[in-house]
């Protein structure tokens, strides 16, 4: 891989797929149950410029788990963003304190932005509407988990247009020989210039508007939050606020092995009813960013992970 995870390109697939082997053989030291400090000594910067949980939280404990350590950014009110600091200088400290730094940033392109101005790795963490690369990595584990490969009929539902979860995610599954069906109303589909670009790549790609008649076929169904903070307009947002929603009702006719998936926060597009169904994959899907990002992490820095804890 080039240094940086800026989308999902800078991976070959068969990069990606030493990947989701080493993060299933360090499931255990993400679980805690071994302790495996092949990264002692190395530092991660947190750099997020936009709300984050499981993005932050999962590459903290990653490093954590792995013996290494990590700074934050911290709230943005507490750091010198407040005083007018440039995204490039801000991120030259970064580069001069860390060994590696996580970005997450509302401008899309920002991620290569910072990638050009410092010398350590930038892992992009989510640049606006653009892509979230890590994001995917953990998607592909959850899926490749629940169905053992990946060429499946992979629903994705919502808000297709400024969410970057699926953008990186719909083309890492073409490259893998997935069927993807995207589902948004108009003013939320999947951009003309992604869904050209995996056609050009000879994915096979379904558009609709329909989430239900699209169920009983899907292996993996993706919802998403409508982004509301990346819309121009509160009007617009309300128009389709609320749009599709899954319930446990809408699951009668379902693959057995169908797994929900959903790189949350959800709002309201997965009913809690929906959580102790055998579907629900999604807490699962949160808790694999910890061993796909040590897995990263560990291939970032040069760390043999089949010779650590073998075959
Ligand atoms: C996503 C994001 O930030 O793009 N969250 C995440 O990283 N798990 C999805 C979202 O915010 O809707």
Do not use: W
């Not at 990069?15 to 360090?26: P, T, V």
């Not at 930038?122 to 998607?139: E, F, M, S, V």
Request: hydrophobic share 40%; net charge negative; charged share 25%.
């Amino acid at each position: 891989m080039a240094d940086d995870l800026i989308t999902m390109d800078d991976l070959t697939n068969e990069q990606i797929e030493a990947l989701l082997k080493d993060a299933e053989k360090l499931l255990p030291a993400a679980k805690g149950d071994v302790y495996l400090p092949l990264l002692e000594g190395k530092l991660l910067g947190n750099m997020f410029f936009e709300p984050s949980t499981r993005t932050r939280m999962s590459f903290e404990t990653a490093m954590k788990r792995l013996g290494g350590n990590v700074v934050n950014l911290g709230a943005l009110a507490s750091s010198s963003v407040t005083k007018g600091e440039t995204l490039f200088d801000t991120m030259k400290m970064v580069d001069g304190y860390c060994d590696v730094a996580v970005l997450r940033h509302p401008r899309q392109g920002a991620a290569q932005y910072a990638a050009d101005a410092c010398d350590i790795p930038i892992l992009n963490g989510g640049d606006g509407a653009g892509h979230h690369p890590t994001q995917t990595l953990l998607d592909l584990f959850t899926i490749k988990q629940a169905h053992g490969k990946l060429n499946l009929n992979v629903v994705m539902v919502g808000d297709l247009r400024y969410g970057r979860t699926v953008h990186s995610l719909s083309h890492a599954l073409s490259r893998f020989g997935a069927n993807l069906t995207f589902i948004a109303p108009p003013a939320l589909s999947m951009p003309d210039e992604i869904i050209e670009d995996l056609k050009a790549s000879g994915a096979n790609i379904t558009v609709s508007e329909d989430l239900v008649s699209n169920l009983p076929s899907a292996d993996v169904i993706y919802m998403t939050r409508i982004q509301k903070e990346r819309f121009p307009d509160e009007d617009e947002y309300l128009k389709v606020a609320g749009i599709y929603k899954l319930s446990r009702k809408d699951l009668k006719d379902v693959k057995e092995s169908m797994i929900i998936m959903h790189p949350l926060p959800r709002v309201d597009e997965i009913h809690p009813n929906v959580d102790n169904t055998p579907h629900a994959a999604y807490f699962d899907q949160a808790f694999n960013g910890v061993v796909a990002r040590m897995a990263l992490l560990c291939f970032l820095f040069g760390v043999d992970i089949s010779k650590e804890v073998g075959k």
